[in-house]
């Protein structure tokens, strides 16, 4: 180690020293030295330093790098040591991670400093990588979840937590398959609607719920043969694997009285103050029964199902049918009606037939009623009348049948026939028709018919529907100088209480009790056996209305109603209904 300080005058003295020196590095300052000397590889060990005022220059060669950078490093460090005395420290080689470091040549400084970018890129990498993996994981599991409830919402009735129609249809079909023998219970909550209106839709869905957790309970007690499904908004569906038709039934009938206890419904009725105990709503079920046998498909399994349901509403007192082929058989005739029905009113398929009345008094001819009929002679006006009245179709029938009698009329009338009155049936379901009394007043205005030739038949039904609209009704027709007939008197509720109110102007009495009632005498002194028919007629003719027998085929029953002094007869006796011809 060669250690030699120079003093100088100034630092631009120091400068010119060192030039004349031609030392290998060159440095300002300590740091740049200790840079500089770890750069060489060779030469001898020659440190020489210039001071002047405070300022330090130094120049070095050296074959042992470690040795002086830890000496120029050491120095720097012991500030408080002369330079001059760097000799006596007797400092060793350092080995720290800086020193190392100095001592690097520049390309394996920077092959270090891209490792160490490459170590650090790929634990950056890595950490990202194990952040998507994660992540990546968290949403399968998000996606997983909301497939399930995707396919459960596909699978399953949101609110009522049963099977769903598609569903059940699956499961039918896995049975079908496998040509398993089964039944289908279908259920209606058939006062759903007015739950509704009455309470709220929420309270609904609450009976809804209440419903299907009963039902449950019927196939929990076997699941693996037993399923149950919400089919629409308030039908239900049981299917039970098997062929024991006596346990169905049994079933069956548990179902159908499923309603006899309410539900219990909560928030109806808030007072403050007082606890909520809930209200009873009581709902009514009506039950279809349909056995499969292993030809028809599902579709057509629960059509049956539903069918025998259809035939349950009809009647009140009936809550439970079983289908028969026979229901099939009658819902396909009423389809087949319905369509001919709309047919018919389409491409004018309706004619009139004019059955004679007779008046006992002189067994004179006094008028006709008219009845309709189809032209397709298959239908009888028994078939399409009460469907016409259930689907909407009554008040075009009643219009087209009143049209066809008064151009009837006045056909007869340019021929020069002799004119009597025609009385045309209205049903109670025109009402709605509140137009129909004008249209009778202007079709008789264009075919020049007087308005005295036109009679109104109607039934007792629409006695029992004396609102604002038939009382509304009866005035047009009073007004308009149209007589109106009681027709099918004796098969309702009969009561001539209501003929003191009602501007009836005859009374129609029906064949059936014609039948039941009118007898031939055993005997020529038998008065009692018939007593009963002589009485109507004389309780009509008191109140002042006059009396039409119906359904007269026998000539002693002409004799008897003769003597009873009824005004007029209808029926087979004197003919049975004619074409205007």
Wanted: hydrophobic fraction near 40%.
């Amino acid at each position: 180690l060669q250690l030699n300080i120079e003093p100088c005058d100034s630092i631009e003295d120091c400068y010119s020293k060192m030039d004349e020196t031609k030392f290998d590095g060159l440095a300002t300052n300590l740091t740049k030295a200790t840079w500089l000397v770890n750069q060489h590889r060779s030469g001898s060990m020659q440190i020489r330093t210039f001071e002047s005022n405070g300022w330090g220059l130094c120049g070095a060669v050296t074959n042992d790098k470690a040795l002086l950078a830890t000496v120029i490093s050491k120095a720097a460090i012991n500030s408080t040591e002369e330079l001059t005395s760097i000799e006596s420290l007797n400092i060793e080689a350092d080995n720290d991670i800086i020193t190392v470091a100095q001592r690097l040549p520049m390309n394996m400084l920077i092959f270090l400093f891209v490792l160490i970018l490459m170590v650090v890129a790929s634990v950056i990498i890595l950490v990202a990588y194990i952040s998507h993996i994660r992540m990546r994981r968290i949403k399968d599991i998000q996606l997983i979840d909301s497939q399930k409830k995707l396919l459960n919402a596909y699978r399953y009735d949101l609110l009522t937590g049963l099977m769903n129609r598609d569903t059940l249809m699956l499961q039918m079909s896995e049975l079908l398959d496998k040509e398993e023998r089964f039944s289908v219970i279908i259920l209606d909550l058939d006062n759903f609607r007015e739950i509704n209106e009455s309470y709220s839709y929420d309270y609904g869905n609450r009976v809804l719920k209440d419903l299907a957790s009963r039902l449950k309970k019927f196939c929990s007690f076997n699941e693996e043969n037993r399923f149950t499904a919400r089919y629409s908004g308030a039908e239900f569906v049981l299917v039970l694997r098997g062929k024991d038709v006596k346990q169905t039934l049994q079933i069956a009938k548990n179902i159908a009285g499923i309603s006899k206890k309410p539900t219990i419904v909560k928030g109806i009725f808030k007072i403050p103050g007082f606890e909520d105990e809930g209200e009873k709503v009581w709902f009514h079920t009506t039950v279809g029964v349909c056995y499969s046998d292993g030809v028809s498909n599902f579709e057509e399994i629960v059509r049956n199902a539903g069918i025998a349901l259809a035939d349950a509403k009809k009647d009140d007192e009936k809550s439970l049918c079983i289908y028969e082929r026979e229901l099939k058989n009658k819902l396909s005739r009423l389809n087949e009606i319905k369509l001919a029905l709309a047919d018919a009113l389409e491409n004018d398929g309706f004619y009139m037939m004019y059955q004679p009345q007779i008046e006992l008094d002189g067994m004179r001819l006094s008028g006709f009623e008219a009845l309709i009929r189809m032209k397709r002679g298959d239908i009888s006006p028994g078939q399409f009348i009460p469907i016409a009245e259930s689907q909407g179709y009554i008040k075009q029938i009643g219009r087209k049948s009143t049209e066809l009698v008064i151009r009837q009329i006045a056909k007869w009338k340019s021929e020069g026939k002799k004119l009597y009155p025609v009385s045309i049936n209205y049903s109670s379901n025109q009402l709605a028709d509140t137009g129909y009394v004008d249209y009778i007043l202007k079709l008789c205005s264009d075919y020049n018919v007087d308005i005295s030739l036109l009679e109104i038949e109607i039934t007792e039904g629409l006695l029992f529907k004396h609102d604002n609209q038939t009382s509304k009704f009866f005035e047009d027709l009073q007004q308009a100088n149209i007589k109106l007939l009681l027709d099918d008197f004796g098969t309702g509720y009969s009561s001539l209480r209501y003929l003191t109110y009602i501007p009836v102007d005859y009374v129609k009495l029906d064949k059936s009790i014609v039948d039941a009632c009118l007898n031939k005498p055993k005997s020529k002194d038998d008065t009692m056996s018939n007593a009963f028919i002589g009485d109507i007629i004389r309780l009509t003719h008191d109140i002042g209305k006059k009396i039409i027998v119906e359904g007269v085929e026998e000539e002693w029953q002409v004799k008897l109603l003769k003597e009873f002094n009824c005004d007029k007869i209808q029926g087979y006796y004197f003919s049975t209904p004619l074409l205007p011809s």
